[in-house]
T-cell receptor, first 115, second 112 residues
Framework: ETGVTQSPTHLIKTRGQQVTLRCSSQSGHNTVSWYQQALGQGPQFIFQYYREEENGRGNFPPRFSGLQFPNYSSELNVNALELDDSALYLC??????????????FGQGTRLTVV | RKEVEQDPGPFNVPEGATVAFNCTYSNSASQSFFWYRQDCRKEPKLLMSVYSSGNEDGRFTAQLNRASQYISLLIRDSKLSDSATYLCVVNLGSGNTGKLIFGQGTTLQVKP
């Protein structure tokens, strides 16, 4: 519906493992932001990529890392998974940074469960 | 103190009722304000932007008070389909990354 697709939709991992989540942005959108939403909480900003460069980061440890590719799709990588990493991970794409008036469109999210 | 604070609710109202949600934000440099709607286990979707002059979209009215750092959303004639979580969102504006800062969300349950 929004043109932003995330994969996989659901994932179960074991504590200590690594995970890669993927996001295809809406056509023409050059900015991708990642958010973590724990149960009962609002989404928390992880980081943003603009034209393949990290363009801001929230209060997340270095084991959360990302990439943006030339086609503006993006990956979120999390190393050394912890139980508290269990959450809905949301990707949002926009044409330009939302702070400059650009509207962000969210993907349906990847629900990660760490056991 | 949280950057954006909302009463999590839940607000349980009958169909046809008028319900109001409030939100406060801590950073006076915030420049853009929004209400998002999130259905259970779905992604957030933009409901409406919020302007200082106040704005209306059908049954929904949003207000912003910059002096008090306070945002509100009024829903008139509630429908069953309005049942969702409403997220108050602010953005620090140009010069920043454009990250959206979300409140915890307020849950609305409209009952027949």
């Amino acid at each position: 519906e929004t043109g932003v697709t995330q994969s996989p939709t659901h994932l179960i991992k074991t504590r200590g493992q690594q995970v890669t989540l993927r996001c295809s942005s809406q056509s023409g959108h050059n900015t991708v932001s990642w958010y973590q939403q724990a149960l009962g909480q609002g989404p928390q900003f992880i980081f943003q990529y603009y034209r393949e460069e990290e363009n801001g980061r929230g209060n997340f440890p270095p084991r959360f890392s990302g990439l943006q590719f030339p086609n503006y799709s993006s990956e979120l990588n999390v190393n050394a998974l912890e139980l508290d990493d269990s959450a809905l991970y949301l990707c949002a794409s926009s044409l330009g940074a939302p702070g400059q008036g650009a509207r962000a469109f969210f993907g349906q999210g990847t629900r990660l469960t760490v056991v | 103190r949280k950057e954006v604070e909302q009463d999590p609710g839940p607000f349980n109202v009958p169909e046809g009722a008028t319900v109001a949600f409030n939100c406060t934000y801590s950073n006076s440099a915030s420049q853009s304000f929004f209400w998002y709607r999130q259905d259970c286990r779905k992604e957030p979707k933009l409901l409406m932007s919020v302007y200082s002059s106040g704005n209306e979209d059908g049954r929904f009215t949003a207000q912003l008070n910059r002096a008090s750092q306070y945002i509100s959303l009024l829903i008139r004639d509630s429908k069953l389909s309005d049942s969702a979580t409403y997220l108050c969102v602010v953005n620090l504006g140009s010069g920043n990354t454009g990250k959206l800062i979300f409140g915890q969300g307020t849950t609305l349950q409209v009952k027949p």
